[in-house]
């Protein structure tokens, strides 16, 4: 625990926000009355659905993305897959650069709608900074702390878990933070082919003019981002390895 | 390994040799190394030397085959390692390289246990050869075991580097130019200290560098190579020096090839003075007293391993009721396997008249001063000017220069 004392401002000032943030939109939530429409998508009961849906469609693309990308990420490291690397980069950019709701409803077309699409879709979008994280992470290894590895008779694979891999893990578990806040945000889009998220409150107040719904949705979304950043920052902090900056 | 034993110490080393060996990289006209043959005996430390570009660490790579031949054959030993499993074979053969390349995300122990633990050692095992070879290399066990690499000098980083290519006892030692990225004071120690190891251990090193003194000082034999890995002379530091065996090693040794002889008288060659030692809380009279009656000016304050703390003169000596625990950080010393080169950059960068002689533990053993080695200065210039047809001042006719 002595790592998180020494712990930059960042790590603790994120808290305060989300702890001020959180505990205004309660107090609020509780003193206000709602009529029956907003009850529908308000009331607790359904608010909490909602919240927990946006979470699973959330975890479920960050996980498969995590699964794709950081492999992927790594073979494209080894001098074998070199010469693939810029045609994967480029693919991964492409998946982020098209605008998501385009790229979601381009999806439906093709695969219906639903979660399962949404999820599709979120994963392609996410790709790249993991990806890019991953390649970089590894690349940024002392080529002389390799060299060193392997002269003293370690395989290639060992050097790739035992050197590389923990000597890269800051810069790819920041690529993985900075994907899940694209994913917290980008999902509120899924609303729009039918799989419930936070969006779906945004889009009712918007359509029905409904301001607390509305109002609500991006609240909750903004502090679940908050969160998320902030707990992979302390994730992030915990598993770097000792003796690495 | 081959153990055999010769004379007083025994050699844990083994012969390495190269027989027709080429690297010939793709897409380039000139081979990088053609053809090369080289016996290096076992137990002895062979430095490669030559500009940049001459091959010397192809070469060197090529031993453990972090480099493959292109063609030709490597024998360690008696062995044929050329088709060996590279990975195996470089367990069998220690490696350093500048700065030590250690693990910067483990601590000192676990960077030596590290190929130990890959030929699973049992830890208890691991953790008794990493303690000896700490000790080996002049670090204390308690201090350094758990620290990080980042907690260390470029220094001690390279002592453990050299402690974690010996942790499974390898016969053969291969190193990179190994003291390149260090101050010339630490580089002295570390040359020293690979000297005292050798001398203990007598495995074969093989070492590139870039630095002619630093090759005759190390090397029982210098390689110098020209571009493409071309052997322009294979002989010892003496050799080399009395007789260049081409106009390429002639430029290269240079012009100082006088001074260069600094570089190959040792300080245990010459005579040291003795020193009068005292421990911290010895009654200051006394040691004064003692120190008179050998005719001593000042005296050297010693820990209880004999390792010197202090060098005060007896004026200051008299200032304390007892010999005070101060410790001198900017001590003066050298062992008897530095060059009197050294210790003339030792003295000069202390701004001392003398250093203190340590052995390979660190206990003084003697002082040397600066003009036992002008002494030895003098003489080589006199040896060097005598019979080379050099006409003196005083022997010169008026207008006879041209």
Redesign the interface.
Known sequence: MNRLRRAPLDVWFEPLLIVVLGVGYILWYRSTTLTTTEQASLGWDNLKTTIVDHIVLTLTATVIVVAIAIPLGILLTRDRAKNFRPVAVNFANIGQAAPAVGLIVLLTMWLGTGFRTAVIGLVVYAILPILQNTIVGIQQVDQRTIEAARGIGFSGLRTLVQVELPLAVPVILNGVRTALVILVGTATLSTFIGASSLGTLITTGTTLFLPKLLISGAVLVALLALIIDWLGRVVELIATPRGVA | MTDNTTGERTVTGASIRLDGVVKQYKGQNKAAVQKIDLDIEAGHIVAFVGPSGCGKTTTLKMI?R?IEPTEGRIFIGDRDVTGEDP?????????V??????????SVAKNIG??PR?LGWEAKKIDERTDYLLDLVGLDVADFRDR???DMSGGQQQRV?VA??LAADPPVL?MDEPFGAVDPITRVRLQDSLIAIQHELAKTIVIVTHDFEEATKLGDKVLILSEGGHIEQYATPEEILAKPASPFVEEFIGSGATLAHLTLSRVKDVDHDPVVTAEVGDASQEVIARARAQGATWIVVINEHGRPRAWPSLDEVATKERITDYVDDRLPTVAPSSTLNDALDTMLAASQGGVLVTDGRGAVTGALTIATVMAVIRGQLSDARSGDGHVSYSAHTEGAAT
């Not at chain 2, 074979?89 to 220690?94: A, D, N, P, T, V």
């Open positions: 453990n972090l990975d195996k074979l470089r367990q069998s053969i220690g490696y390289i500048q700065s030590g390349g250690l693990f910067p995300h483990w590290a190929i890959v990080l690499p980042k580097g974690r290519a291969l």
